[in-house]
C-alpha cells in the first residue's frame, strides 16, 4: 500500500527509518514500502471570508446548458450558495443585494494559456523568465519560480472578466516545464495566488519552435524527427526512473523484514541472528523525471502546444507508446482536420478564434476551427496567448461563435461560454471548483453591462472567491494598480516653462 504523506513527513520518515524498526511487537504486520518523493497530500480549500452578496434580477448564464432569466446569484465565504430564478430562491436575511436587472451574470472567465509574469509588463530581457531554453528538455523548471506577481498585465485581466489563469513556460523547448495554475487575487507573492488544490500541469511544444531554438545553434533537435525522439527519450529515462524507485521500494521492504527478525531475535536472546546492515539508500532524486512520471501516472496534465494535424496525431500515438495523455492541444489551428480523432481520445483543443498565418505551420487554420470542434464533441477552448487578447476573450469567443454560425454550425451561447469558461476548467482539472455558476462552486462570477458576446460589454463587477475585485463605477479609473505601477504616471518637471 502506498501512504501519502508531506514533503517534511517525508524526509522525517527517511532519516528515521532504521530508528522506527527499533520497537518490534508481536502482531508487527507486513512493512510497507517507504513512500515515493513525488506522493504528496493533495492542497486543501480554506474557507475565504466573504460577504454574502446576492445578484439579483440578471439573465444568468450558468455553462451548464442553463439560461435564466430574472435570476439570482448568492455568494458567501468563497462559495456559491445558490443559483436559480427568483421565483426559485430566496435572498438569506442580511445579504447585501446587487440589483443587475439588464444586465448578464457568467462564471468568471478562464485563459488556459498566458505568459503574464514571466513575459511581464516592461517586457525587456531584464524580465524575460519564460523559457529555460538551455536544454530542449527541462521539465525540472517551473513558471511559478519566475512568475512575478505584480505585473500590470495582470489587473487588465481582471477588467476583462478573467479570475482563472495558467501561467505557462514558453515554447522553445520540446518540455519546457510545469505551468501554474492561479487566480487572480493580485498578491506579493505567487504562493498567495496559486489556485488551491489545482493539479500540477507541464508545457511541451512540437513543431517549428524548438527545431528552430536548437536547429539555429546546430545542436540537437534539428528536425521533426529530433522533435519526436527527444519525447521518446525523455519518457524512456522517466520510466526507468520510476523502475529504479519500484526496485528500491522492494529492497526496501525485505531489508526491514530482515532488520525486523534480527531486532527480535536480539530481544530474546537468540543467537546467530545476522544483521541486514544499514537501510538501503534511495535513488538520487531528479525533479524533471518526477514530473514526467507524474504526467504518465495522470497526476501531470500535459497541455501541449501544436499546430499541425498530422504532428496531433503522432503525438497521441506517441502517447500511446509510452504511457502518457495529452490534456490540450495549444493553439491546434489545424484541429479541424482530425476532429474525429480527438473526440474519440478526450484530448481538449485551446486555440484562438482568427489567429494564423504568422509562420507556415500556423498557415493552414479556418475560423469555424471551434465551432467544427464542438460540432464534433471536442472540447472547445479559447485562450489567449497575449497579454492583450486576455482583456477581450468575451470578444473573441463571439467572433468564433459567429464564424461557425455562418457556416451553418449551430454554436449555442451556452457553448460559447464554455469555450471560455468550464472547458477551460476541465483542461486544467478544476471543472469540480470552477468554471460554471452551479451551488458549492467557488464564488468566480462577472456581471456584464450586456450580452457578454457584444463588442459594447463591459465586465462591470468581477468577484473571485466572492470577494469583489474589480467594480467599474468606483470613479473613472476603477482599475486595480500592482504595487509597481504606484506612482508610474507622475509627471516628471524638468525645471522650464
Excluded at 519500484?246 to 532488520?259: I, L, P
Aim: aromatic share 6%; with cysteine; net charge negative.
Amino acid at each position: 500500500m502506498r501512504r501519502t504523506v508531506s514533503p517534511i513527513l517525508l524526509a522525517a520518515a527517511l532519516l528515521g527509518a532504521c530508528g522506527a524498526a527499533q520497537q518490534p511487537t508481536a502482531s508487527t504486520p507486513d512493512p510497507d514500502p517507504p513512500p515515493l518523493p513525488w506522493t504528496t497530500a493533495g492542497g486543501q480549500l480554506a474557507a475565504i471570508d466573504s460577504p454574502l452578496v446576492a445578484l439579483v434580477g440578471g439573465t444568468v448564464m450558468t455553462a451548464t446548458g442553463r439560461v435564466i432569466e430574472d435570476g439570482v446569484v448568492v455568494m458567501e465565504d468563497g462559495r456559491l450558495r445558490a443559483v436559480g430564478a427568483r421565483s426559485e430562491v430566496e435572498i438569506p436575511e442580511g445579504a447585501r443585494q446587487i440589483d443587475v436587472t439588464g444586465r448578464f451574470v457568467t462564471p468568471g472567465l478562464i485563459d488556459t494559456h498566458s505568459h503574464m509574469g514571466v513575459y511581464p509588463s516592461p517586457h525587456i530581457r531584464a524580465t524575460s523568465d519564460g523559457n529555460e531554453m538551455s536544454d530542449p528538455t527541462t521539465p525540472e523548471v517551473r513558471a511559478a519560480d519566475a512568475f512575478w506577481p505584480q505585473d500590470p498585465q495582470l489587473p487588465r485581466a481582471i477588467a476583462g472578466g478573467v479570475t482563472t489563469v495558467q501561467i505557462l513556460p514558453g515554447s522553445g523547448n520540446l518540455i519546457g516545464g510545469a505551468g501554474s495554475i492561479l487566480k487572480l487575487h493580485l498578491g506579493r507573492t505567487v504562493e498567495e495566488m496559486e489556485f488551491p488544490g489545482a493539479p500540477e500541469t507541464l508545457k511541451m511544444a512540437c513543431g517549428e519552435n524548438p527545431k528552430r531554438v536548437y536547429g539555429g545553434r546546430n545542436s540537437f533537435p534539428m528536425t521533426r524527427m529530433g522533435n519526436v525522439f527527444g519525447y521518446r527519450q525523455a519518457f524512456q529515462q522517466a520510466i526507468e526512473y520510476g523502475r529504479s524507485y519500484s526496485d528500491w521500494q522492494a529492497q526496501h521492504v525485505v531489508w526491514q523484514r530482515g532488520h525486523q527478525a534480527f531486532l527480535e531475535a536480539e530481544a530474546s536472546g537468540e543467537e546467530g541472528a545476522e544483521d541486514p546492515g544499514p537501510a538501503p539508500a534511495p535513488p538520487a532524486r531528479d525533479f524533471g523525471l518526477e514530473r514526467l512520471l507524474g504526467a504518465r501516472e495522470g497526476r501531470v496534465l500535459i497541455q501541449m502546444h501544436c499546430y499541425r494535424a498530422e504532428e496531433m496525431a503522432r503525438m497521441i500515438q506517441v502517447g500511446d507508446e509510452l504511457g502518457f495523455r495529452i490534456r490540450s492541444f495549444h493553439h491546434a489551428v489545424e484541429a479541424y482536420k482530425i476532429r474525429d480523432l480527438l473526440a474519440q481520445n478526450d484530448i481538449a483543443i485551446s486555440t484562438w478564434a482568427d489567429w494564423w498565418g504568422f509562420k507556415l505551420e500556423a498557415y493552414d487554420t479556418v475560423e469555424e476551427n471551434l465551432a467544427l470542434l464542438t460540432q464534433a464533441g471536442v472540447r472547445g477552448i479559447l485562450h489567449s496567448d497575449s497579454a492583450m487578447l486576455i482583456q477581450r476573450l468575451n470578444q473573441e469567443a463571439g467572433k468564433a461563435m459567429a464564424a461557425g454560425r455562418r457556416a451553418g454550425i449551430e454554436i449555442t451561447d451556452d457553448q460559447a461560454l464554455r469555450w471560455i469558461t468550464i472547458n477551460a476548467a476541465w483542461a486544467l482539472g478544476v471543472q469540480d471548483q470552477t468554471g460554471s455558476l452551479e451551488e458549492g462552486k467557488m464564488a468566480d462570477v462577472v456581471v456584464w453591462s450586456g450580452h457578454p458576446f457584444s463588442v459594447y460589454s463591459r465586465a462591470d463587477l468581477v468577484f473571485i472567491d466572492g470577494l469583489t475585485v474589480f467594480d467599474r463605477s468606483e470613479g473613472p479609473d476603477p482599475l486595480p494598480r500592482t504595487d509597481f505601477e504606484l506612482g508610474q504616471d507622475l509627471e516628471l518637471t524638468t525645471g522650464g516653462e
